[in-house]
């Protein structure tokens, strides 16, 4: 009598293998404990990656999914865990997060500037328009705004008494994501 080992690892994938910062990435897994009844994603590469993470286990599958959080373009390790121990992990590709552009990108004391941003996570609802380090905005005169899922904030400010220079301008997002942009002042 010829006995044969039948059991599977394991294994997990990824809806798509790379994604910008705010999309949704399906997870489907098999091969875990039939004995599972729940499971977990996480990332070994940075905890930040996986925003709104939800998982499912049952009969020795799983299936699920998360959104893309405000991390830096590279690649992270994605890790389904099932509550009896079993893991598996795939690698996910972050190809962009938030961006953010200025019109004009160059204007003098007074210029009315538009900011147009995108790649911000779909769970922003306000935002704000700032310059970290010195004060280029003109009191009262800035505006953001986000509509929900959309991830584009939009905006626009008044360019303060400051000396000619470069100025950075950061739009951040109501969940901590953000992007800068210079500003060259004439």
Not at 27 to 55: E, H, K, M
Not at 86 to 94: H, N, R
Not at 150 to 179: H, M, W
């Given at each position: 009598m010829i006995?044969?080992?039948?059991?599977?690892s394991?294994?997990?994938r990824l809806?798509?293998g790379?994604a910008?910062?705010?999309?949704?990435i399906g997870?489907?897994?098999s091969?875990f404990?039939p004995?599972?009844?729940s499971c977990?994603?996480?990332?070994?590469?940075?905890?930040s990656?996986?925003?709104?993470g939800?998982c499912?286990?049952?009969g020795g599958?799983l299936s699920g999914g998360f959104?893309?959080?405000?991390?830096s373009?590279?690649?992270?390790?994605?890790?389904?865990?099932?509550?009896?121990?079993?893991?598996a992990?795939?690698l996910?590709?972050?190809?962009?997060g938030a961006?953010?552009?200025?019109?004009?990108?160059?204007g003098?004391?007074g210029?009315?500037?538009?900011v147009i941003?995108?790649?911000?996570?779909?769970t922003d609802?306000?935002c704000t328009i700032?310059?970290p380090?010195?004060?280029v905005i003109?009191?009262?005169?800035v505006?953001c705004?986000i509509?929900?899922?959309?991830?584009?904030?939009?905006?626009?400010?008044t360019?303060?008494?400051i000396l000619?220079?470069?100025?950075?301008?950061?739009?951040t997002?109501?969940q901590?994501?953000?992007a800068?942009?210079?500003?060259n002042i004439?």
């Amino acid at each position: 009598m010829i006995f044969t080992n039948i059991e599977s690892s394991p294994v997990i994938r990824l809806s798509s293998g790379s994604a910008n910062v705010g999309l949704t990435i399906g997870i489907s897994g098999s091969g875990f404990l039939p004995t599972d009844t729940s499971c977990s994603f996480s990332s070994p590469s940075n905890p930040s990656v996986i925003l709104s993470g939800a998982c499912v286990a049952a009969g020795g599958s799983l299936s699920g999914g998360f959104t893309v959080g405000n991390v830096s373009p590279g690649a992270y390790v994605i890790q389904a865990t099932g509550n009896g121990g079993d893991v598996a992990q795939a690698l996910l590709q972050v190809d962009g997060g938030a961006r953010v552009g200025l019109s004009p990108a160059t204007g003098q004391l007074g210029s009315h500037v538009l900011v147009i941003g995108s790649g911000f996570l779909p769970t922003d609802t306000t935002c704000t328009i700032s310059s970290p380090t010195h004060n280029v905005i003109l009191a009262g005169t800035v505006a953001c705004v986000i509509q929900a899922g959309s991830g584009t904030p939009q905006g626009s400010f008044t360019v303060g008494n400051i000396l000619p220079g470069q100025y950075v301008i950061q739009v951040t997002g109501n969940q901590g994501d953000s992007a800068q942009a210079l500003l060259n002042i004439e």
